[in-house]
């Protein structure tokens, strides 16, 4: 059989001649993989160099907010101290008053247990908002959750306030309460 390949010297001039070109399409193949690499490459160094950039902008919004966190903290604490002088000095008023007459005064007192009860759940609430903020103080999430429970926190107590002091004021817009977060006398 090999007697009849090599007297065929057409058909082995086609197989070389295959053979040329199937090196040839394997070398230009090997070109563009390369080329086609060398642009992957490229590419994928600029996608890092944007997401470096990116994590460094993340990274100072995250320090930003930490600082806002940490001043948002003392705000609160400072409001939490004033509640609870408020309520102390009510707690005090309703009980001398209490001595003034036995009908009114057990009425007063009533009240006044009422507010030392809602103090103590203010302060408890506002203690652990500052327990959970030390705790996950590096989280937006957290902050964010913390300002919306204080907000929150002293809506509530002003609510109460005006159900026990029996006022039938027109509440406020919810916009107006949000650009003021300190609990004031009304």
């Given amino acids: 059989m090999r007697s009849d390949f090599c007297r065929e010297s057409q058909g082995g001039e086609v197989i070389v001649l295959v053979v040329d070109f199937s090196v040839a399409a394997a070398a230009a193949a090997f070109v563009a993989l390369v080329v086609c690499l060398i642009r992957t490459l490229r590419t994928a160094e600029t996608s890092l160099r944007q997401m470096n950039e990116t994590l460094k902008a993340v990274q100072k919004q995250l320090e930003e907010t930490g600082r806002e966190t ?51 759940g203010v302060i408890r609430t506002i203690s652990g908002a500052e327990k959970s903020v030390y705790e996950h103080r590096r989280t ?7 300002a919306a429970a204080g907000i929150e926190l002293c809506r509530t107590w002003h609510d109460r306030r005006r159900e026990k002091n029996g006022a039938r004021e027109e509440p406020k817009s919810r916009k107006g309460e949000e650009e003021h977060v300190g609990c004031s006398n009304e």
């Fill in 140 to 146: 937006i999430r957290g902050a964010m959750e913390w």
């Fill in 70 to 120: 940490d001043r948002l903290l003392h705000a609160v604490h400072r409001i939490a101290q004033d509640v609870q002088q408020k309520l102390d000095a009510a707690d005090e008023l309703f009980t001398s008053l209490r001595h003034a007459g036995a009908t009114f005064g057990e009425t007063l007192l009533s009240v006044a247990r009422s507010l030392k009860a809602t103090s103590a």
